[in-house]
């Protein structure tokens, strides 16, 4: 047996900490205000249109959903896998999955047209909706993830965290799933009409993840600390793993429809015509969100690589991931549905056009609400639970052999 | 179901003297001129390109009109229950010029993504939105393969007592299903007529003998769309 691994509340009388949940309680009242005013007046105040009828809350509200899935991956290293290293981050790892996933569906739920029926969406169920899966598959997770976490913290149940974890892992991989289908299963949508949709948003939860994971470890912990050691090295490996998978699907998803002629038409407009967002593509998605991140990973091959190289590459995973989102969701609405094929068409419902769409304040405020309620979730989460381990320097781990 | 008619028989006489105008009153005043929707008949129209005229939106302002669909706050979120469509064929260089509105399909894409069953399909298979069932989530607006729907985006007034319209929710053509119910034609199919076009035929299309599916059975008719294989409703003649 191992030295045994003890726990800390932690901010206790610490400005610091207080001062970042004032921070967070005003970016989440602000959202609130944002989703009031989209609300009250209806969705004409926002930028979306009945072409692009899915907008920034959606990327931010995916966005948050898929990270939440992917946190949870460094639980299930420790206790479905067996890494010794990762266990005792599994804590953080749960409480986070559920926050992130908390941000998610808040930003979800107010950005509908009705958010006052919410109780519909809860008691009135048409089972061949993806959504309706979802719903049970997020209520799921929450609770699964609630009850792996109380099992890990209660001694006298702890032997039961293994079966709880490996049920939390099944579940997060079948709810990304579900999540990649919405869009999968669109036979509508030329840019989302393809199961590959389902891997792609495993593979980029556990990029988007790991790389928020890594950041709140540096949070918590100091740059040094979380992100020099043996942990940092373990979690880099990682990282270069999932952003080399990310890549590797999305070079998929887009062979895929560049190989049918059907689908040039948006390849054409996603790869090279699309403005905005084939810079978003290039630039963000796979310059800044996947090669730069290897780059920083892989290069110098040596153990010193500093610290801060990780957090840079981790910070630039989460800003290529919500880029990707917004390609995703954005992008695809924007190409016109084709009704008539071998027909130019023309309407004044904007039949045949590129769709435009401006993000506005409302929809930024609203999404950057969904991130700083799971800040506050995770905060009240460490301030009052035995969540964070106190050291991960790696002795008190698992020493690399 | 004579308990369920007497009840709304009762309803409407109680609406037309304590409460005249109140919505219960036209509402109920429609389901008394008919039965429930039954899966005996299947509505369903036939738009005849080679008649339907570039330069005519007769049946987009008769449906307007019709549905008290006023304008919005710019034409990116303007509702459109149906548009017309101007074509051209990339290789000939023929021109077409046609309505497109919801298909009212078989197997309808946005009835399968309704969380709620907000979209549903009558056994008549009209197509519909329950507006007070409907949150507003808008992921049917992403399954239609024929952009046949739109959100309301904002606040709406003077709507017509038999079609109403939400902010907040979604909403497409309901085949006028008002007109229908009591034995009429939808007001776009009216206003071509009335043209003396007759591009737009309705009619059931599980009735052999009517004027829809004798045409359908005489000459070569398309659907939109036709590999999805969703069975609309609305067939296309001179594609």
Redesign the interface.
Known sequence: MKNQQTFQIIGQASPRFYSLAAVAAGVLGLGLIAAWYM?Y????VTG????V??GLPHVFAVFLIVAASGVLNMASIGSVFGQAAYKPLARLSGLMAIALLLGGLAVLVLD????D??I??MT???F?????WN?FLYTGFIAIVALYLWLLMERRLMKWSGKAGLLAFVWRLVLTTGTGC?FGF????EAYNSAIMAPLFIAMSLAIGLAIFMLALAACYGREVALGGAMGRRMARLLTIFVAVVLYFTTLQHLTGLYGAGSYGIERFLLLEGGAITAMFWLLQVGAGGIVPLALLLWPLSRQRPPGWSLSAAVLVILGGLAQVYVIIIGG?SYP?N??P??????????GAI??YGPSWPELVLGLGGIALAAMVVMLGLRILPILPTSIVEKAVDPPK | MTGRRDFLAGAAALALTIAPGVTLYPMAQAALTSGPASAKNRWGMLIDANRCKADCSACVGACGEENAIGP?????????WI?????????SGRK?SLP?MCQHCAEP?C???????ASFKRADGIVLVDKH???????C???????A???????VTDQAPHAPR?????ESCTLCVHRVDAGGTPACVEACAGLGHGAIIFGDLNDPTSEISKRLAEYPSAA??AD?GLDPGVRYQG?
Not at chain 1, 112 to 115: A, I, K, N, S, Y
Not at chain 1, 186 to 189: E, F, Y
Not at chain 2, 84 to 91: F, N, Q, S, T
């Open positions: 609300e007046n209806g969705h004409w979306m249109n009945n072409q009828v899915w509908l047209g009705r958010p029926r919410l519909i969406a009135s169920f048409n061949r909706s993806i959504f309706a719903i919405i669109l036979v509508a949508r609405q549905l009704l008539f071998g027909y130019e068409i023309s309407s004044s419902f904007f039949d769709a435009s | 919005a706050h710019g034409p990116a979120i303007q509702a459109q548009r017309k469509v101007d074509l051209r064929h990339k290789g077409l497109v894409p009835a399968d993504v309704c969380p709620t069953g069932r409907c949150i507003g989530c808008r992921y607006m992403l399954a239609c393969p024929y952009k729907r739109s959100f309301v985006h904002e606040t939400g902010k907040g929710t979604v939109i769309r999805l594609l």
